[in-house]
């Protein structure tokens, strides 16, 4: 007998899909895209539609394990971990925990995780309350999309903005840094519809991505200028008059500083930072202003720069100042999460910090975790507990993060589904579920819809939950609140209760009986009314003001340009004392891969093409390289031996390489051994997309690379 399951994937995308596991005698046969999902439609992206070979890749970590060899050697059972019990691994960890705190106190501890699962359970709920009952460092999270959030926040008081469902009505789309086709794919049929009935698609993005490929109109922007731009296009729609009078008089504040601010930004002035010519700056700021309605879809690209959350910030200024967001199809989106306002006090319980130390733990930034592991003291970092993340291969920086996880003295433990670059330095490896075989409360980034994803099968092996492990590990350090005995369904229950009224009548029940609930967001018309949801239509932004700040008194006090401006990022062109490193370097993500999940499945690498330096052919000549050399990308951070690729995806001056896991690339480094630990102007995230590097032909390997094991 087969049985469908509905479930979410709860990957870090923003499109969350409703998806359909087929299980015949409690084993998954197949997966599906659920039809009725009203954005995500029944498709599913080339990662998930082979997830069974995920799940049942014989690669899994299936049992809890101790390291038997030392740190830094490929794993794997029987080669650096020996198995042990979920007993001994419970006792060693909370004994190994003990001793630290006696000797360092609680805040020698640090937790490392990240977005493995989304999953609002599995994110941040058990291991939250877990981490705050013992006084743990806290983790600030800002490896992906801080500064962009605290961008649009500034402006708008919260990160939230059009529905995908919308863009079919849109005339004119801007996809601002954003990799659709890659990485945000359930977008794209509605933006073919509107482009089936004439709308025209512009990406803005120095890389030719397969989105830019496919668009109308494609401006290879200079990486980190986009601030300029933004005040470039706003300079022409205000001089020529284009704006939305009556929007801004009403809605905005700050209008008369803003548009004193734009007479800096001259189209000639934004060509000599951006690289576009005065004439396409000209045409893309009137037909942004003119054909309507216009959407920008902007995504997280633009604030991996050292200057990303002021770069967020003002492009969120174009949809005010042209009264876009009245419009069906109109408006911006970088994000929907704001919209949830689920219970997450509930569930994290930020208040059992009071229990442990009497007041807040210290703050460690994820970013600068090599710089925590080196230089932290009163305590040092003498333990780290990584979930829901591969910093061993994410984290920028690489270099600084591997000498402090080969430390001897640090207490490493692992929760993941495979042996990462992560578990290559981990004391303790223990299994952890898939989607698959947990329940979960699945909120999203990209869509409005909550969702219930049930448990398809067992667990595999040994396998254990996030939540299940925190609990277990909260019941052995003799932690006798409530909170840590909650089911799975009074912990949905608790996310669910909330003041927000977008989750009026959303229940854990309705979730169940229905799969997919879009919030109610006009509950006189009903739930999931066909009324589109128009979020700054009669203003309500949510800041300080109430009105949308063109001028924020917040980024004032900060010592920040108030309205908007351009500082060029250090590590650009547009700054002296570049020569060492001339060329500015896009460490990306891979189009197959989702970070640095997937990576390692046979079928996954298949269809990505790794370890390749993208470059143009005047800088690949100017150094005497040809297609498929060997070439080596250093800075002063790290060096990595690539292949050079030479087909024109990058403008001069400019040069790309895809994340991958360290161990799976020549030489076994990644990327991110160029990236730096620098944060953002706003938001302190991080900024992979500001590299200087220079590159050079490897002539010591004759033409030929190393081979990469898988
Ligand atoms: N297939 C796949 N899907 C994914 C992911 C993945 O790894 N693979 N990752 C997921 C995650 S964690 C996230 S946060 C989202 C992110 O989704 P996106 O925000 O789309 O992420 P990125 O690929 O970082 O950046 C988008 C584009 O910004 C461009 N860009 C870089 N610098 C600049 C700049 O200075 N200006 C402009 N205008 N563009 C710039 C890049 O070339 C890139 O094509 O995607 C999610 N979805
Ligand atoms: N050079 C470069 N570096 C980047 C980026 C880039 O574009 N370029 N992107 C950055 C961005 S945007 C992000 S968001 C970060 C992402 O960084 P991470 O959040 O660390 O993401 P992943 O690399 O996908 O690693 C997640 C790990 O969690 C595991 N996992 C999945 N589900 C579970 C679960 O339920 N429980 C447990 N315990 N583990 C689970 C997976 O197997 C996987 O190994 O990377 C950043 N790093
Ligand atoms: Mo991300």
Not at 4 to 22: E, F, N, Q, R
Not at 366 to 378: F, Q, R, T, Y
Not at 518 to 526: D, Q, T
Not at 558 to 578: K, M
């Amino acid at each position: 007998m087969t049985k469908t399951v509905y479930a979410a994937c709860p990957h870090d995308c923003p499109d969350a899909c409703g998806v359909l596991i087929s299980v015949d005698h409690g084993r998954a046969v197949k997966i599906q895209g659920d039809p009725s999902h009203p954005v995500t439609r029944g498709f599913l992206c080339a990662k998930v539609a082979k997830y069974l070979d995920r799940v049942y890749s014989p690669a899994r970590v299936l049992y809890p394990m101790r390291r038997v060899a030392p740190k830094g050697n490929a794993a794997g059972l029987g080669h650096a971990f020996e198995r042990i019990s979920w007993d001994e691994a419970l006792r060693e960890i909370t004994e190994r925990f003990r001793t630290i705190i006696g000797q360092f106190g609680s805040e020698a501890i640090l937790p490392y995780s990240y977005g493995g699962t989304l999953g609002k359970l599995n994110f941040a709920s058990m291991d939250r309350r877990f981490f705050h009952r013992l006084g743990a460092s806290q983790l600030a999270r800002n490896i992906c999309s801080e500064a962009g959030g605290a961008g649009v926040r500034s402006v708008y008081g919260v990160n939230m903005g059009t529905e995908p469902e919308q863009f079919r009505h849109s005339r004119y789309i801007i996809a601002w840094a954003a990799n659709i086709h890659g990485n945000n794919v359930h977008l794209w049929p509605f933006i073919e519809e509107a482009r089936r009935k004439g709308a025209k698609l512009v990406v803005i993005d120095p890389y030719r991505t397969r989105t830019a490929a496919c668009a109308d109109w494609h401006l290879a922007i200079n990486p980190g200028t986009d601030v300029a731009l933004a005040l470039g296009m706003m300079h022409i729609i205000i001089r020529d008059k284009l704006y939305d009078a009556d929007y801004v008089a009403r809605y905005a504040l700050g209008f008369d500083e803003l548009r004193d601010k734009v007479q800096q930004y001259p189209p000639e002035k934004v060509c000599g930072w951006t690289g576009i010519a005065v004439p396409d700056i000209e045409k893309l700021a009137r037909e942004y202003a003119e054909i309507r309605p216009a959407a920008i879809r902007m995504n997280y690209g633009v604030q991996r720069s050292e200057n990303g959350g002021m770069a967020a910030r003002a492009i969120a200024m174009l949809p005010v100042i042209t009264g876009s967001w009245k419009e069906v199809g109109g408006g911006f989106q970088l994000s929907t999460s704001g919209a949830y306002g689920l219970n997450n006090a509930a569930l994290e319980r930020p208040d059992l910090m009071q229990v442990s130390l009497g007041r807040a733990a210290r703050v460690i930034n994820m970013v600068e975790l090599g710089k925590a592991l080196a230089e932290s003291d009163n305590p040092p970092v003498k333990a780290l507990f990584v979930y829901n993340s591969n910093p061993a291969a994410v984290c920028p920086n690489h270099n600084h993060v591997i000498r402090g996880l080969l430390r001897p003295d640090l207490f490493t433990v692992v929760h993941e589904q495979f042996f990462t670059d992560t578990t290559d330095y981990a004391d303790i490896t223990l299994p952890a579920t898939t989607f698959f075989e947990h329940k979960e409360l699945q909120s999203a980034y990209g869509h409005y819809y909550l969702q219930i994803s049930n448990q398809a099968i067992d667990p595999l092996g040994e396998c254990c939950s996030n939540v299940d492990l925190f609990r277990r590990l909260a019941e052995r350090m003799g932690f006798t609140e409530e909170c840590f005995r909650e089911s799975v369904d009074e912990m949905i229950e608790g996310a669910l209760e909330s003041p927000n009224p977008w989750l009026r009548g959303i229940t854990r029940e309705r979730l169940e009986n229905e799969g997919h609930i879009r919030l109610a967001f006009n509950p006189g018309n009903g739930e999931g009314a066909a009324r589109a949801f128009l979020p700054f239509e009669d203003g309500g932004f949510r800041t300080p003001s109430g009105k949308a700040e063109l001028y924020s008194e917040k980024l004032r006090d900060l010592g920040l340009d108030p309205v908007a401006s351009f500082v060029p990022p250090d590590e650009s062109r547009h700054r002296p004392g570049t020569k060492q490193y001339p060329l500015e370097m896009l460490a990306r993500k891979a189009d197959n891969f989702l970070n640095s999940t997937f990576t390692n499945l046979p079928g996954m690498q298949a269809l990505e093409e790794t370890g390749t330096l993208e470059i143009s052919s005047a800088d690949a000549q100017t150094r005497g390289i040809r297609d498929g050399d060997p070439v080596r990308v250093f800075n002063s951070r790290g060096a990595i031996e690539l292949k050079a690729k030479v087909d024109g995806r990058v403008q001069p001056g400019v040069v790309a390489a895809r994340l991958n896991w360290a161990k799976l690339t020549p030489g076994k480094k990644n990327i991110n051994v160029l990236t730096s630990e620098k944060l953002t102007d706003i938001g302190q995230s991080a900024t992979f997309y500001s590299v200087l590097v220079e590159v050079e032909l490897c002539r010591h390997l004759g033409g030929h690379l190393p081979t990469t094991a898988v």
